[in-house]
């Protein structure tokens, strides 16, 4: 029996491990490079068979580059004299792909030192070639976009907060540049208050604790100017959950900051409107009541009447000053509102030539007037009223005393055109659509004396467009007049029939008992006495309790009621009264007028709500049970 040879059977399994290993190339190479050996692995990765490829120069692994500049030789030549080369790089397949190969080549010496060949082992890792350079593209394409975004900064901090990043929007927003930023702490972006209180540091504390901290604030750039920003600040940890930094995103939201302090102080100049017309209206209330009575009393002294006139000229002028600026606010949230009903022209003229006949006989101008027939439009008449009054003002104000205004309605195919045209001091080219925005007049600011508050064009082209139609302002130039063309559809219905108004006279024989209620001593009592002139019986308190113990004890039909009576409202009053009273008149009789606050006495129980200062026609109407 053979004897068993330890040794022997160690080199076979040695050999068949070599042999038969498919995970890894493992062949030898004579001292020149040439293949001796070839196992399974290697045909597997490389695609060459042992007959194919024994004998031949290892150098047809590699690509056509790599043999032309001696590549091979040279690993041959770095592992004769190390002993050992090591290698990652692109090598070739029989079919000519390439493939991510890990190589090792080990020099291989008897016990002299002779060189008797090289073991070479080759890995394919295109695999985790691909893995990587998917992830290489990846951080890549991250960082382009990263870098390529300009409407936020985005960077990246170190865990003690210095600057490891810098975009392009960081650029932007922040001033500086990559090399002036880089390495310097990230506080240098905030303003000194907030450095004085640690904000900086702060936030990167909650960051780290809570994984991410949010703020919107003043910073600062490098020029040392403000911005209002939003800034995101975000924890980065690795797998083992180690702090490695923190990524900031930083937007620069001072034009929407900007817009929003606009619209706040657009709300604050819109109530402040509110409030001071309200203010004007206390005054003006008891200043035209007073005129009221006045007119009614003869007066033989040329003088006085001259001087009554002029103050209830200026005191109707103010009012409408007043209109005009409740309907600023109006314009601003849209809240004009129209109630559609047929309307004649011809009244619509006659009511606006009423308004302005006193302005137009100061300056001496001559109005012409001139209406086609009968002419119907669909619309409200007090808001068409008031149209085409701005445009009589309009003329009268911008025309040298002594000129000529024309008046014109007409037909033209399915519109009516009502027209203002005067010789005055014309229209700018640059002005024709500009004069009807809000506060802008066609004049430089030192000629504008009296020329009003620049937003009568401006209602009354959405009046216009609230009606459906247009209106347009056409001149030649400066010094060549102006005309402004009203277009309104044409109505196909007939104007409601009017009551005839009651005359004073016949007013006066019905008498009524009206209590009025108001902290305002001297338009409670002047609106007292115009009652009185006119026959009724009055009552005066000037506030709640009164009112409540005046009711009681003089039983009035009717009351005139103030809203902002001192402790007891008037809202609060009006309810009280409708207790005692159910079957009383209650009418607000007030400065505040804008929708909200109809709304408000209409739900508190009132029967009408009339602004101060109300004028003596809807004052009777009101009194009479009319609306």
């Known amino acids: 029996m053979e004897k068993h040879d330890p040794a022997s059977h160690t080199a076979r399994l040695l050999r068949l491990l070599v042999e038969q290993t498919r995970d890894y190339a493992l062949f030898v190479l004579d001292p020149t490079g040439r293949i001796v050996s070839w196992n399974v692995g290697a045909q597997q990765i490389k695609g060459y068979r042992r007959e194919e490829i024994i004998g031949e120069h290892f150098s047809r692994f590699y690509l056509p580059a790599a043999v032309e500049s001696g590549w091979p030789d040279y690993e041959l030549r770095m592992a004769t004299r190390e002993g050992r080369f090591e290698d990652e790089g692109w090598r070739v397949r029989k079919d000519g792909s390439r493939f991510w190969a890990s190589v090792v080549i080990t020099a291989l010496r008897d016990e002299d030192g002779t060189l008797l060949g090289f073991s070479k082992i080759t890995r394919d890792l295109s695999e985790r070639k691909q893995h990587e350079e998917a992830l290489r593209l990846s951080e890549e394409r991250f960082r382009l976009l990263v870098d390529g975004v300009v409407d936020y900064a985005i960077y990246m901090l170190d865990p003690e907060g210095m600057v490891s990043s810098w975009n392009v929007g960081a650029e932007r927003i922040e001033g500086y540049l990559r090399d002036e930023v880089l390495g310097t702490h990230f506080s240098r972006f905030y303003t000194p208050e907030d450095i004085e209180k640690s904000k900086p540091w702060n936030e990167l504390t909650v960051a780290r604790r809570e994984g991410r901290t949010e703020d919107e604030g003043w910073r600062v750039r490098k020029d040392g100017s403000r911005f209002w920003a939003r800034v995101v600040i975000s924890a980065l940890r690795d797998a083992e959950g180690h702090l490695r930094g923190f990524a900031k ?85 849209g809240a004009i509102d129209i109630v559609r009903v047929p309307v004649e022209v011809h009244d619509v003229l ?100 009296g020329a009003g508050m620049g937003v009568g064009l401006a209602l009354s082209r959405r009046i216009a467009e609230l009606h459906g139609g247009t209106l347009l302002a056409h001149s030649e130039g400066a010094g060549k007049g102006a005309c402004f063309e009203l277009r309104l559809p044409l109505s196909a219905g007939d104007p409601p029939v009017r009551p005839k108004a009651a005359s004073r006279e016949a007013v006066a024989s019905q008498a009524y008992r009206v209590l009025v209620v108001d902290d305002n001593v001297d338009a409670a009592e002047s609106m007292a006495l115009l009652l009185d002139e006119l026959g009724n019986q009055t009552e005066v308190a000037h506030d709640g309790p009164a009112a409540l113990a005046a009711c009681g004890r003089f039983s009035p039909d009717t009351v005139l009621l103030d809203i902002g009576l001192p402790g007891m409202d008037g809202y609060e009053v009006a309810r009280c009264l409708r207790e005692l009273q159910p079957d009383l008149r209650i009418i607000a009789l007030t400065g505040w007028g804008q929708a909200a606050d109809r709304a408000r006495t209409q739900a508190a129980g009132f029967d009408l709500h009339l602004l101060k200062p109300v004028e003596l026609e809807p004052l009777v109407a009101a009194i009479r049970g009319g609306r």
């Open 249 to 333: 995103v930083t937007q620069d939201l001072s034009e929407r900051r900007h817009i929003q302090d606009l619209e706040q102080a657009a709300r604050n100049v819109q109530e402040f409107i509110a409030t001071l017309a309200h203010e004007l209206r206390n005054p003006l209330a008891p200043i035209r009541s007073a005129m009221q009575t006045l007119a009614r009393i003869e007066v033989a002294e040329p003088t006085v009447s001259a001087l009554h006139e002029v103050i209830d000229r200026q005191s109707a002028h103010l009012a409408r000053i007043v209109d005009d600026m409740i309907d600023t606010t109006r314009i601003s949230r």
């Open 350 to 449: 006659r009511a606006s030539i009423e308004v302005v006949e006193a302005q137009i006989e100061a300056a001496r101008h001559r109005l012409e007037v001139r209406c086609e027939g009968r002419i119907c439009v669909e619309g409200d008449q007090g808001r068409l009223t008031q149209l085409v009054t701005n445009l009589l003002t309009n003329a009268v104000r911008y025309t040298q005393q002594g000129g000529q205004i024309a008046l014109e309605a007409r037909v033209d195919g399915n519109d009516a055109v009502i027209s203002v045209r005067d010789n005055g001091r014309g229209i700018d080219a640059e002005y024709i659509e500009r004069i009807f925005n809000m506060f802008v007049q066609g004049r430089p600011a030192l000629e504008r004396v």
